[in-house]
Protein backbone atom coordinates (compact mmCIF):
# COMPACT_ATOMS: atom_id res chain seq x y z
CA UNK A 1 0.00 0.00 0.00
CA UNK A 2 1.10 3.46 -0.46
CA UNK A 3 -0.85 6.93 -0.08
CA UNK A 4 -1.58 9.92 -1.90
CA UNK A 5 -2.59 13.27 -0.36
CA UNK A 6 -5.68 15.09 -1.09
CA UNK A 7 -6.58 18.91 -0.93
CA UNK A 8 -10.22 20.26 -1.49
CA UNK A 9 -11.19 23.35 -3.65
CA UNK A 10 -10.78 25.77 -0.59
CA UNK A 11 -7.26 24.10 -0.44
CA UNK A 12 -6.83 25.16 -3.84
CA UNK A 13 -7.38 29.09 -3.05
CA UNK A 14 -5.17 28.74 -0.04
CA UNK A 15 -2.29 27.40 -1.77
CA UNK A 16 -2.88 29.84 -5.07
CA UNK A 17 -2.93 32.84 -2.55
CA UNK A 18 0.41 31.85 -1.53
CA UNK A 19 2.29 31.60 -4.74
CA UNK A 20 0.87 34.33 -5.87
CA UNK A 21 2.31 36.34 -2.95
CA UNK A 22 5.82 34.53 -3.58
CA UNK A 23 6.79 34.15 -7.14
CA UNK A 24 7.56 30.30 -7.68
CA UNK A 25 9.67 30.91 -10.43
CA UNK A 26 12.47 32.46 -8.34
CA UNK A 27 14.48 31.05 -5.58
CA UNK A 28 13.39 28.69 -2.87
CA UNK A 29 10.91 30.16 -0.44
CA UNK A 30 12.93 30.83 3.49
CA UNK A 31 9.91 28.34 4.43
CA UNK A 32 11.24 25.95 2.11
CA UNK A 33 14.59 25.89 2.92
CA UNK A 34 14.13 26.12 6.99
CA UNK A 35 15.71 23.55 9.37
CA UNK A 36 13.20 20.82 9.71
CA UNK A 37 13.60 21.59 13.79
CA UNK A 38 12.23 24.78 12.65
CA UNK A 39 8.75 23.44 11.36
CA UNK A 40 8.20 20.83 13.77
CA UNK A 41 9.74 22.43 16.45
CA UNK A 42 13.27 20.76 18.35
CA UNK A 43 11.64 18.58 20.94
CA UNK A 44 9.57 17.49 18.11
CA UNK A 45 12.18 16.89 15.74
CA UNK A 46 14.48 15.62 18.25
CA UNK A 47 11.75 12.51 19.30
CA UNK A 48 11.03 11.68 15.39
CA UNK A 49 14.65 11.40 15.04
CA UNK A 50 15.91 9.32 17.75
CA UNK A 51 12.56 7.39 17.62
CA UNK A 52 13.23 6.34 13.99
CA UNK A 53 17.09 5.60 14.34
CA UNK A 54 16.26 3.32 17.07
CA UNK A 55 13.55 1.47 15.47
CA UNK A 56 15.66 1.10 12.14
CA UNK A 57 19.37 1.14 13.31
CA UNK A 58 20.19 3.75 10.79
CA UNK A 59 22.47 6.47 11.42
CA UNK A 60 20.93 9.34 12.99
CA UNK A 61 22.32 11.79 9.70
CA UNK A 62 20.57 9.38 7.52
CA UNK A 63 17.33 9.52 9.65
CA UNK A 64 17.48 13.44 9.39
CA UNK A 65 17.86 13.30 5.78
CA UNK A 66 14.70 11.32 5.55
CA UNK A 67 13.00 13.64 7.80
CA UNK A 68 13.93 16.47 5.55
CA UNK A 69 12.96 14.21 2.46
CA UNK A 70 9.36 14.03 4.22
CA UNK A 71 8.74 17.83 4.56
CA UNK A 72 9.99 18.62 1.93
CA UNK A 73 7.28 16.44 0.14
CA UNK A 74 4.52 17.74 2.32
CA UNK A 75 6.19 21.30 1.68
CA UNK A 76 5.59 20.69 -2.34
CA UNK A 77 1.91 19.16 -1.50
CA UNK A 78 1.14 21.86 0.15
CA UNK A 79 2.43 24.51 -2.54
CA UNK A 80 1.13 22.91 -5.32
CA UNK A 81 -2.30 20.50 -4.72
CA UNK A 82 -3.41 21.34 -7.69
CA UNK A 83 -1.00 19.64 -9.58
CA UNK A 84 -0.19 17.33 -6.54
CA UNK A 85 -3.42 16.32 -5.21
CA UNK A 86 -3.72 12.62 -5.48
CA UNK A 87 -1.01 11.45 -6.49
CA UNK A 88 0.85 8.06 -5.95
CA UNK A 89 3.54 8.63 -3.03
CA UNK A 90 7.12 9.39 -5.00
CA UNK A 91 9.19 8.55 -1.97
CA UNK A 92 10.00 5.52 -0.21
CA UNK A 93 8.04 3.35 2.15
CA UNK A 94 10.17 4.74 5.13
CA UNK A 95 9.31 8.59 4.29
CA UNK A 96 5.73 7.21 4.24
CA UNK A 97 6.19 6.30 7.65
CA UNK A 98 7.84 9.28 9.27
CA UNK A 99 4.69 10.81 7.62
CA UNK A 100 2.64 8.50 9.59
CA UNK A 101 4.21 9.03 13.02
CA UNK A 102 3.76 13.12 12.32
CA UNK A 103 0.24 12.14 11.74
CA UNK A 104 -0.52 10.51 15.10
CA UNK A 105 1.34 13.91 16.65
CA UNK A 106 -2.30 15.20 16.15
CA UNK A 107 -1.72 18.90 17.53
CA UNK A 108 1.36 19.32 16.42
CA UNK A 109 1.16 18.10 12.31
CA UNK A 110 -2.05 20.54 12.29
CA UNK A 111 0.04 23.31 13.38
CA UNK A 112 2.62 21.88 10.83
CA UNK A 113 0.15 22.01 7.88
CA UNK A 114 -2.04 25.19 9.03
CA UNK A 115 0.54 27.39 9.95
CA UNK A 116 3.85 26.45 8.75
CA UNK A 117 3.35 24.67 5.21
CA UNK A 118 2.36 27.35 2.75
CA UNK A 119 -0.87 26.30 1.60
CA UNK A 120 -1.92 26.22 5.26
CA UNK A 121 -4.35 23.59 5.00
CA UNK A 122 -4.61 20.06 6.68
CA UNK A 123 -2.65 17.18 4.18
CA UNK A 124 -4.47 14.19 4.17
CA UNK A 125 -3.34 10.79 4.03
CA UNK A 126 -5.29 8.36 1.72
CA UNK A 127 -4.03 4.59 1.51
CA UNK A 128 -4.20 3.19 -2.12
CA UNK A 129 -2.41 -0.23 -3.46
CA UNK A 130 -0.24 0.68 -6.50
CA UNK A 131 -1.89 -1.97 -8.95
CA UNK A 132 -5.11 0.15 -7.99
CA UNK A 133 -2.97 3.31 -8.22
CA UNK A 134 -1.89 2.07 -11.92
CA UNK A 135 -5.33 1.20 -13.15
CA UNK A 136 -7.05 4.40 -12.16
CA UNK A 137 -4.80 6.65 -14.36
CA UNK A 138 -3.05 4.04 -16.67
CA UNK A 139 -0.14 3.24 -17.03
CA UNK A 140 1.52 6.35 -18.69
CA UNK A 141 -0.45 8.87 -16.99
CA UNK A 142 1.11 7.00 -13.77
CA UNK A 143 4.59 8.10 -15.30
CA UNK A 144 3.54 11.51 -16.20
CA UNK A 145 2.64 12.27 -12.93
CA UNK A 146 5.73 10.50 -10.63
CA UNK A 147 8.08 13.08 -13.07
CA UNK A 148 5.51 15.34 -12.08
CA UNK A 149 7.31 16.05 -8.83
CA UNK A 150 10.99 16.35 -9.82
CA UNK A 151 11.20 20.25 -11.53
CA UNK A 152 8.83 21.43 -8.49
CA UNK A 153 11.08 20.12 -6.04
CA UNK A 154 14.17 21.61 -8.02
CA UNK A 155 12.88 24.97 -8.14
CA UNK A 156 11.58 24.83 -4.50
CA UNK A 157 14.97 23.27 -2.98
CA UNK A 158 17.65 22.82 -6.42
CA UNK A 159 18.93 19.62 -7.45
CA UNK A 160 18.80 16.50 -6.27
CA UNK A 161 21.98 15.79 -4.28
CA UNK A 162 23.24 11.97 -2.88
CA UNK A 163 21.75 12.78 -0.01
CA UNK A 164 18.13 13.07 -1.72
CA UNK A 165 18.83 10.09 -3.62
CA UNK A 166 17.91 6.81 -1.89
CA UNK A 167 14.75 8.51 -0.31
CA UNK A 168 12.83 9.27 -3.95
CA UNK A 169 11.54 6.33 -5.34
CA UNK A 170 11.37 7.78 -8.99
CA UNK A 171 14.74 9.74 -8.65
CA UNK A 172 16.35 6.51 -7.74
CA UNK A 173 14.88 4.49 -10.67
CA UNK A 174 16.08 6.98 -13.20
CA UNK A 175 19.32 7.28 -11.91
CA UNK A 176 20.01 3.20 -11.29
CA UNK A 177 18.10 1.55 -14.18
CA UNK A 178 18.18 4.28 -16.66
CA UNK A 179 21.74 5.37 -15.66
CA UNK A 180 20.86 9.20 -15.41
CA UNK A 181 23.10 11.84 -13.58
CA UNK A 182 21.25 13.67 -10.95
CA UNK A 183 21.84 17.17 -13.22
CA UNK A 184 20.07 15.28 -16.38
CA UNK A 185 17.65 13.97 -14.23
CA UNK A 186 17.49 17.92 -11.95
CA UNK A 187 17.18 19.31 -15.38
CA UNK A 188 13.97 17.45 -16.33
CA UNK A 189 11.09 19.88 -17.39
CA UNK A 190 7.47 19.10 -16.28
CA UNK A 191 6.23 16.28 -19.30
CA UNK A 192 2.66 17.16 -21.40
CA UNK A 193 0.02 16.15 -20.04
CA UNK A 194 -2.31 13.58 -22.01
CA UNK A 195 -5.28 15.03 -23.95
CA UNK A 196 -8.14 14.73 -22.05
CA UNK A 197 -6.08 13.60 -18.78
CA UNK A 198 -7.85 16.83 -16.98
CA UNK A 199 -5.93 18.39 -13.65
CA UNK A 200 -5.73 16.42 -10.65
Known sequence: ???????????????????????????????????????????????????????????????????????????????????????????????????????????????LCEQRLPGGFFVEHRSIAYEEYQREPGRERAVEQALRWIPLYVRAFGPFDEGALPHWTVVRFLHERLDMSLAEISALSPAAEPQGSGGT
Open 1 to 111: MSTQPTASAADLVRADDFVRAHDPASAADPVSAADPASLLGDALHTEVVEHFAAATGAPREYVERQVTECLRYLYLVSLHPDRLGGLFLPVEQEIDEIWHYLILQTREYRA
